[in-house]
């Protein structure tokens, strides 16, 4: 059936968007004895855990982990009768690009914050930004605190460049935030993104010793990871079973493209999207 033919006419609850956020919302609510309706205008559900194929094996293509802070996903995962386990390996690789041009894959800065390095001398920031990079991001321990904090430093790009130049940003910075937040950081806020981190700036007097300060302070308090065993996709896949399971129907190339209201209620108009001209596009009616 067509995605428009396959949507409910009067479902208990609309959910618009089928990431983790959304997926779970659903859930709830199919949980609570609504029958939702969940619409996702890509072609596949999570968001930011993501399944891929790579040579015949399903793998994760966004987060492979979940901090364990509190019990809001663990409770989720055991509710589904899933398992979670510790994650193994060598640790977290950054693909992003090289000194000399290409890409490369290679460890992240080793202390860092979203990417921006607290001892911006040190060797391994050495081999990331080479020598020119690193006199730059040096400049910013005799700066002074006020550097950043007008209107160029009021997105994260704008003020990581003015603090250390365009190779931490470049080279560091932006490929972890596009990876965590799919979005460049010459759109997203610095307050935002990392609150308190100007204020700490002008206090400290160096993005460095601002960032070597919040480092310090995590210390102990630094929360362990922990994955869902097969996949952090395999807890989409269980999220989806259970909507569905409950009488929730869930859609994927199925967009929300208005919303009105009237006497009688809401009405959302929804229809079939098809993929966007490249693989990171926007999908299109």
């Known amino acids: 059936m067509s995605p428009r033919s396959a949507t409910p006419t009067h479902p208990g609850a609309v959910v618009v968007g089928g990431g983790i956020a959304g997926l779970v919302a659903a859930w709830e609510l199919a949980r609570a004895g609504t029958r939702p309706l969940l619409i996702e205008a890509r072609g596949y559900l999570g968001g930011l855990i993501a399944r891929g194929t790579v040579g015949g094996a399903s793998v994760d293509l966004g987060a492979e982990t979940y901090v364990v802070r509190g019990t809001d996903t663990s409770s989720i995962v055991e509710a589904l009768g899933l398992t979670s386990v510790e994650p193994a390996g060598s640790g977290a690789r950054l693909y992003a690009p090289a000194l000399r041009g290409g890409w490369e894959l290679r460890p992240f800065l080793r202390d860092s914050f979203l990417g921006i390095p607290a001892h911006p001398g040190a060797p391994d920031c050495v081999r990331v930004l080479g020598e020119a990079g690193v006199r730059r991001a040096l400049k910013d321990r005799s700066m002074g605190g006020g550097v950043g904090m007008d209107q160029a ?8 460049t003015a603090r250390m130049g365009q190779d931490v940003l470049e080279r560091s910075v932006r490929p972890i935030i596009a990876g965590i937040y799919t979005a460049d950081p010459s759109m997203l806020a610095t307050d935002t993104v990392a609150p308190g981190l100007r204020a700490e700036t002008a206090r400290h007097g160096s993005l460095a010793a601002a960032v070597a300060a919040r480092l310090a302070a995590a210390g102990s308090r630094r929360t362990p990871e ?14 989806r079973a259970a909507i569905e399971e409950a009488g929730g129907t869930v859609l994927t190339r199925t967009g929300a493209f208005a919303m009105t209201r009237a006497a009688a209620g809401w009405t959302l108009e929804c229809g079939p999207t098809g993929p966007g001209p490249t693989p990171g596009a926007e999908p299109v009616p």
């Open 153 to 160: 430093g009021d997105t994260l790009a704008g003020f990581v």
């Open 226 to 239: 922990a994955c869902v065993e097969g996949g952090m996709f395999v807890l989409v896949d269980a999220l």
